[in-house]
């Protein structure tokens, strides 16, 4: 059984910083790799950042330079460091992750956390 729990959203105002947590938990070796997505109301679900197994990153053109993605190993969890949040920020983020079980890759989901930028 494998969970996967984001954490860290909340409301922040124009500006501001949150840092998201995506912890997977269960008999796992590592989180192979991992990506942030959010989704606002009314639109579509979008990819946000995306961690590989190498360490190689990449990002939604509107949030270069503002947010940073990173996954801690010994922990079984990824993180996203949002600075310079914009109200166009709000929305729900979840994580996807593809995780090694003895050798073998599966992909899970989590619940999702909600981020609103508002004054």
């Known amino acids: 059984q494998v969970t996967v729990v984001e954490s860290g959203g909340g409301l922040v105002q124009p500006g501001g910083s949150l840092r998201l947590s995506c912890a997977a938990s269960?008999?796992?070796?590592?989180?192979?790799?991992a990506s942030w997505y959010r989704q606002a109301p009314g639109k579509q679900r979008e990819l946000v950042a995306g961690i590989t197994s190498a360490g190689a990153t990449n990002y939604l053109d509107s949030v270069k330079g503002r947010f940073t993605i990173s996954k801690a190993n010994a922990k079984n969890t990824v993180y996203l460091q949002m600075n310079s949040l914009r109200p166009e920020d709000t929305a729900v983020y979840s994580c996807?992750?593809?995780?090694?079980?003895?050798?073998?890759?599966?992909?899970?989901w989590g619940q999702g956390t909600q981020v609103t930028v508002s004054s």
């Open positions: 996807y992750v593809i995780v090694d079980i003895t050798s073998i890759l599966y992909e899970y």
């Open positions: 269960g008999s796992i070796s590592n989180i192979w790799s």
